[in-house]
């Protein structure tokens, strides 16, 4: 699948779709312009890939074992080509965060909790940690086990667990307005806490509605402040 770059230096941003949108989504909404000054002044190397989402859980055509295989794979993919293709575009020890809004909120905030060896951290926006809002009613394991709401609160792997805590950039970010839904912020971030794990909860007003002008103001924020 093809993978958008932007920039030439600094840490590597991986983006992940909204919805069922593509490896260029962010672009054609302005995302880009406005992370511009981050990119050019080398803080930032952006990587953006593609959704599966249309093959998956958006697809109401597909069984739910299958669109939970899909799911499996392109957590695969990411780990397996997307990673290698930043270490290879940057440096081995060049720090990955993730990166999503809405549904790609939970994708970002799920591949780093599976590969914290892999992926340094994770800025989510608007998102939904519970992958039961998308799943329609299916459930089994492979749900289970790419809902962070579920899997999280009993994970006991010592060495996953401190892997997590030991990164400074766990962000959850949403705004309180329409569409919005702080709570489930809310409630993930005490799961986090109620694991050790340092986390950034950050809720804006109600202002902030769950569309892209919030997650244009709120990125280039952290980039600034936080990394």
Not at 204 to 216: A, L, Q, V
């Amino acid at each position: 699948m093809p993978i958008a770059t932007y920039g030439d230096y600094g840490f590597a941003l991986l983006f992940v779709p909204t919805a069922a949108a593509d490896y260029l989504e962010y672009e054609r909404f302005q995302m880009m312009e406005t992370l511009a000054p981050y990119i050019n002044g080398g803080k930032v190397k952006v990587f953006s890939i593609n959704s599966i989402n249309n093959e998956s859980w958006l697809n109401n055509e597909m069984l739910g074992e299958h669109k939970a295989i899909r799911h499996n794979q392109f957590n695969e993919y990411v780990f397996n080509e997307v990673i290698p293709f930043i270490k290879n575009s940057t440096s081995p020890d060049t720090p990955i965060i993730t990166c999503g809004a809405s549904f790609g909120a939970l994708h970002s905030m799920n591949l780093f909790l599976k590969r914290p060896d892999l992926i340094n951290g994770v800025i989510a926006m608007s998102g939904v940690y519970d992958l039961t809002e998308y799943s329609k009613g299916f459930w089994d394991e492979q749900v289970y086990f790419n809902s962070p709401m579920h899997y999280m609160g009993n994970l006991t792997d010592h060495h996953i667990l401190e892997q997590i805590r030991r990164s400074n950039h766990i962000h959850i970010l949403t705004g309180s307005g329409a569409y919005e839904d702080p709570n489930a912020s809310r409630a993930f971030a005490g799961l986090l806490y109620s694991k050790g794990i340092t986390y950034e909860l950050d809720v804006w007003g109600e202002e902030w509605k769950h569309d892209w002008p919030t997650w244009r103001a709120m990125l280039p924020v952290y980039l600034e402040t936080r990394f």
